[in-house]
């Protein structure tokens, strides 16, 4: 992918972040101007052609980037960033992994599958084949450590959040809400539709990269029957899933 | 090796560093002690790496027990601390910013905080593991710490066997600048979200701090800061910092501390200065604040000062031997140069 001229707005977050607002919707138009800013202050702050910086956020519409203010004042800051922009170059953007994800749809494992069926006018089969149809893309992580939230799901299958959140959506789970699918890693509040389940380790504190995901990559979910899930969901209470199994490469060919 | 022993854990009393960076993009929050300077100072003076971990008390209540060899250790926090050290004859109270050699067997008791909730106390060489960069404690995804869990009863921490030695303190005011009830902030990401009176009212209003607090963040009331109209009440996600202050529906500003999560939908109206974010989790529910707000290059400039004013502060510490300085310890830290380096702050 060529980068190309993006606009972005700064906003001051105090005094060791600047927001690079790239606009005010969820749209994948956005996301990939987000993750392309974002490989490029990384290559830059490699290349030591920036300075101060100490990480970036991306999210749906805008980066972060948070800098040490003893080394460098925001607006020398934009300065730079903003030749960055200009310098289209002949760089490359690193492709982000491409995943394929077992969920057990249904059942105890997506408990709103049958009423999102009948609030959509689908049948439960035709709602799995469209979900897993759908080539997602990491939007951003946030909520809770390791939380994807990905798009777009399938107009179809767009509704609001539930009207009763629950207590407790299971670590796992595979959820929509509006244009969103969200894969939980952790035990949590939430007021998404579940689906389904996935048995992966989504967030591994004792690994160097913790998270599955991160922002850019894209999933495909692959429907998998409740005796494959158990299997897989072994594997994983003891620790022996391997995560490489998950990349397109090797999940498609199995 | 020597070790301490935590046997009361009390409330939320946690261990924690510097912080846990670079993976904020990941949903991970920094953590980190709330009050760094604090943890700098505490270190320094038990001779400890200044990002060294400490054990950090959200609200007293904490017993630790030394094993069967000393340690050196030293605690900073607001004046009415009441800290004691039982050697197992007598019990002393002991001063904040100062270290002291806790006997074999003795037991060090937090009885209170004081009028502030925290304290910080700093071990010479304690020692836990980190994980993903970081022993702080974050206990919603069992990140650092012990297990990942914040401090229980019975919990064994590594520290250095220390035997003599000089014992250090620090009289810099800087350690007492926890006092004004005035909080800087930038304005931003988002004030075009709210109306000219909302703003008005956060930068001229009092607010009280709530009971509804804890090392993520806390909530305040005060006028109510009101969104420009039903629209702007809400945004698509957008990161967040600590010292973001947001303003839900309600219109009572939450300001986010060191556990705060990593993004979120309701426009934040301003930030506070990171030097000036741990007033808020250090006072105590009813603290009235109000909010200034500062220009980038006042806040740079505030925070660039610190920075000195602390390293100085750091530079000349005291040695006490017997509540007296000697001379010898003075020209060793070089006082001197650490009181002015010649350039103006």
């Not at chain 1, 004792?206 to 072994?234: C, H, M, Y």
Request: aromatic letters at 6%; glycine letters at 8%.
């Amino acid at each position: 992918m060529l980068l190309t001229q993006e606009s972005w707005t700064p906003h001051y977050a105090g005094e060791r972040c600047l927001i690079l607002e790239f606009g005010n919707t969820i749209e994948r138009k956005l996301v990939d101007q987000v993750v392309a800013m974002n490989a490029r202050i990384s290559a830059a702050s490699i290349e030591e052609k920036l300075v101060g910086v100490l990480e970036c956020v991306p999210t749906f519409r805008s980066l972060a980037v948070i800098f040490d203010p003893l080394i460098v004042h925001p607006d020398q800051l934009i300065e730079q960033l903003r030749l960055l922009d200009s310098d289209t170059g002949e760089k490359v953007i690193s492709l982000g992994t491409q995943f394929v994800i077992p969920v057990h749809y249904g059942d105890e494992s997506g408990p709103d599958l049958h009423s999102v069926a009948t609030l959509t006018g689908l049948d439960e089969q035709r709602v799995i084949e469209m979900h897993q149809a759908t080539e997602f893309s990491v939007y951003m992580l946030g909520f809770l450590p390791g939380f994807a939230f990905l798009g777009d799901t399938p107009k179809e299958l767009h509704l609001p959040r539930r009207s009763e959140p629950r207590v407790r959506v299971p670590e796992g789970s595979v959820a929509i809400a509006m244009q969103l699918t969200g894969v939980y890693p952790w035990d949590s509040p939430g007021g998404w539709h579940i689906l389904g389940k996935c048995p992966v380790p989504l967030f591994d504190g004792t690994l160097a990269q913790p998270a599955l995901f991160k922002a850019g990559d894209t999933v495909r979910f692959k429907s998998i029957e409740k005796d494959e899930f158990d299997a897989l969901n072994d594997l994983k209470l003891q620790g022996q899933f391997d995560r490489e199994t998950l990349c397109s490469s090797q999940a498609l060919s199995q | 090796m020597n070790t301490i022993t935590v046997t009361r854990p009390g409330l939320l009393s946690t261990v924690q560093d510097s912080g846990r960076f670079k993976l904020r993009h990941l949903g991970i929050p920094w953590s980190g002690c709330l009050v760094p300077v604090w943890q700098k100072m505490a270190n320094a003076l038990v001779d400890n790496a200044l990002d060294n971990s400490v054990i950090e008390s959200w609200e007293g209540g904490l017993d630790i027990a030394v094993a069967d060899k000393s340690v050196r250790f030293a605690f900073c926090a607001h004046e009415g601390v009441e800290l004691l050290l039982n050697d197992g004859v007598s019990t002393q109270k002991l001063q904040p910013a100062k270290s002291y050699l806790a006997p074999s067997h003795s037991t060090i008791l937090l009885r209170s905080t004081g009028n502030y909730r925290h304290a910080v106390i700093a071990f010479s060489g304690l020692e836990v593991q980190k994980q993903l960069g970081s022993s702080s404690t974050y206990a919603k995804a069992t990140l650092g710490g012990l297990n990942g869990s914040v401090l229980k009863t019975g919990d064994v921490i590594c520290v250095n066997e220390n035997t003599s030695g000089a014992e250090y303190q620090c009289t810099n005011p800087v350690l007492k600048d926890y006092e004004q009830n005035e909080i800087r902030v930038v304005l931003g990401p988002q004030q075009d979200h709210f109306s000219d009176e909302g703003i008005n009212n956060l930068l001229n209003g009092n607010y009280t701090l709530s009971t509804d607090a804890d090392r993520m963040g806390v909530r305040l009331t005060g006028p109510e800061v009101q969104h420009k109209n039903a629209a702007a009440k809400d945004i698509v996600s957008d990161a967040i910092v600590p010292g973001s202050i947001q303003v839900p529906g309600t219109g009572q500003p939450i300001v986010l501390l060191n556990d705060a999560h990593t993004a979120g939908g309701y426009p934040k109206v301003a930030t506070v200065l990171s030097i000036d974010l741990p007033l808020l989790g250090l006072r105590r529910p009813g603290t009235v604040f109000s909010f200034r707000a500062v220009s980038i290059d006042d806040a740079i400039n505030a925070v660039r000062v610190q920075d000195k004013t602390v390293q100085k502060a750091i530079g000349s510490l005291s040695c006490v031997t017997n509540n007296t300085i000697s001379n010898e310890t003075l020209f060793k830290h070089n006082l001197i140069g650490g009181v002015t380096d010649g350039n103006p702050i």
